[in-house]
């Protein structure tokens, strides 16, 4: 069974702060990393893709992937009370294979 | 150009009966994918169409079946409802089979009664 694995939190930063979410995957063979956002009663809605190690930056966004540890990051830079919502992560093998997602962490800024 | 739309938003059924869900991928897109999300389990994987075939399952009895049309365009059934049914149906939308990015709808809740 293939795991991909996330803190439920709820995660509470101060507004303006750096806010670290974290996921494990169980699959070594994986290799598309994505992170979704999503609101309450909303659906989710794809922010970042990640495909090799290291860092990707996308405006206050960064993904940071490390297969070896088997662990994908994302980083919100200057969190905002808009950025409060549930963040999932999601892992795809490869190929034509279906996506996995963690339950999500959920993401509180306070203002 | 328009998103994803399922239909219907809101639905309330009893235990016993069947249930048939559609969604309406983004124009052009020919993969459409089903998920299951609750609560307690997150997002579960139900199953993947492209080209009207089933091309990936997930982890779910048979009650659970889909289908696709030539349009792309996509239903799913759920025969003899059980109370842990109750969830958010959401299905996405991608360009083509293993496409990286997947477009969801609003989704489709469901409450078995």
């Known amino acids: 069974q293939k795991e991909v694995e996330q803190n439920s939190g709820p995660l509470s930063v101060p507004e303006g702060a750096i806010a670290s979410l974290n996921c494990t995957y169980s699959?070594?063979?994986?290799?598309?990393f994505f992170w979704y956002r999503q609101y309450s009663g909303k659906s989710p809605e794809l922010i970042m893709s990640?495909?090799?190690?290291g860092d990707k930056e996308d405006g206050r966004f960064t993904a940071q992937l490390n297969k070896a540890s088997q662990y994908v990051s994302l980083l919100i830079r200057d969190s905002q009370p808009s950025d409060s919502a549930t963040y999932l992560c999601?892992?795809?093998?490869?190929?034509?294979?279906?996506?996995?997602f963690g339950t999500g962490t959920k993401l509180q800024v306070i203002p | 150009k328009a998103g994803v739309t399922q239909t219907p938003r809101y639905l309330i059924k009893t235990r016993g009966q069947q249930v048939t869900l559609s969604c309406s991928p983004i124009?052009?897109?020919?993969?459409v994918s089903w998920y299951q999300q609750t609560p307690g389990q997150g997002l579960q994987f139900l199953f993947e169409y492209f080209s009207e075939t089933q091309r990936n399952k997930g982890n779910f009895p048979g009650r659970f079946s889909g289908r696709q049309f030539s349009n792309s365009r996509s239903e799913m059934n759920v025969s003899t409802l059980e109370l842990g049914d109750s969830a958010l149906y959401l299905c996405?939308?991608?360009?083509?089979?293993?496409?990286?990015?997947?477009?969801f709808g609003p989704g489709t809740r469901l409450l078995v009664l």
């Open positions: 699959d070594r063979g994986s290799q598309s």
């Open positions: 990640i495909y090799s190690n």
């Open positions: 124009s052009g897109h020919r993969s």
């Open positions: 999601a892992v795809n093998e490869g190929g034509y294979q279906k996506v996995t």
């Open positions: 996405a939308s991608s360009l083509t089979l293993g496409s990286e990015t997947q477009y």
